[in-house]
């Protein structure tokens, strides 16, 4: 099974700030790999897909890089609306799906 | 618009069973892999079921397998998730979600509100 591991487990930032939000696969996923995010009491919400692709309505602040076995969620100008938990995900070898461990993102 | 609606959550003893429901709207239903995720309290997403588009196909992580089993009546625009020999452990949020499907399932592009299920004495 492919592993994923988040970093970091939460951040504290600024409004008007950039973020960034890493994540580690054990092993090349060859770009198979979503960002979600969850809001305080909601469902998660797909973010981005196929590493760098923006979801249908997901602001253009919103942006993920990466290749092989590191990406990266990059949020530019932090509004309070991004005060959520994200989640990466695997996609390229399954079963199983498997998910980071999430990071908490707060404002300071 | 998209609309995932779950149902059948609650409370439930160790060892005891619960169906869990979801009404799918807003998409061709029958053409969608189909999944279910779990949040326990407090922590991250868990993958817990797939379904191919005919229900034909059904995956399960090592946690659930022989316990759980997922199911579709895509006339009813339906997804379902029985659990048996419930365990404590199975304390969490459960969401139905759609999986994209442009060839293979991969990632979760809709989610429903989800359902709670406790699983205590």
């Known amino acids: 099974d492919i592993q994923m591991t988040q970093s970091p487990a939460s951040l504290s930032a600024s409004l008007g700030e950039t973020v960034t939000i890493e994540c580690r696969a054990s092993?090349?996923?060859?770009?198979?790999l979503a960002w979600y995010q969850q809001k305080p009491g909601k469902s998660p919400q797909l973010l981005i897909y196929n590493a760098n692709s923006l979801h249908t309505g997901v602001p253009s602040r919103f942006s993920g890089s990466g290749s092989g076995t590191q990406y990266s969620l990059k949020i530019n100008s932090l509004q309070s609306e991004d005060v959520a938990s994200y989640f990466c995900?695997?996609?390229?070898?399954?079963?199983?799906?498997?998910f980071g461990g999430g990071t908490k993102l707060e404002l300071k | 618009e998209v609309q995932l609606v779950e149902s059948g959550g609650g409370l439930v003893q160790p060892g005891r069973s619960l169906k869990l429901s979801c009404a799918a709207s807003?998409?061709?239903?029958?053409?969608?892999?189909m999944a279910w995720v779990r949040q326990a309290p407090k922590k991250g997403l868990e993958w817990v079921a797939t379904i191919s588009t005919s229900g034909s196909r059904t995956y399960y992580p090592d946690s659930v397998k022989g316990r759980f089993t997922i199911s579709r009546d895509n006339a009813k625009s339906s997804l379902y998730l029985q659990m048996n020999s419930l365990k404590s452990e199975d304390t969490a949020t459960y969401y139905c979600?759609?999986?994209?499907?442009?060839?293979?399932?991969?990632?979760?592009?809709?989610w429903g509100q989800g359902v709670m299920v406790t699983v205590s004495s």
């Open positions: 092993e090349d996923i060859y770009n198979g």
């Open positions: 995900q695997q996609y390229y070898d399954y079963p199983p799906w498997t």
């Open positions: 979600a759609r999986q994209n499907t442009m060839g293979t399932p991969d990632y979760f592009d809709y």
């Open positions: 807003g998409f061709t239903f029958s053409n969608y892999y």
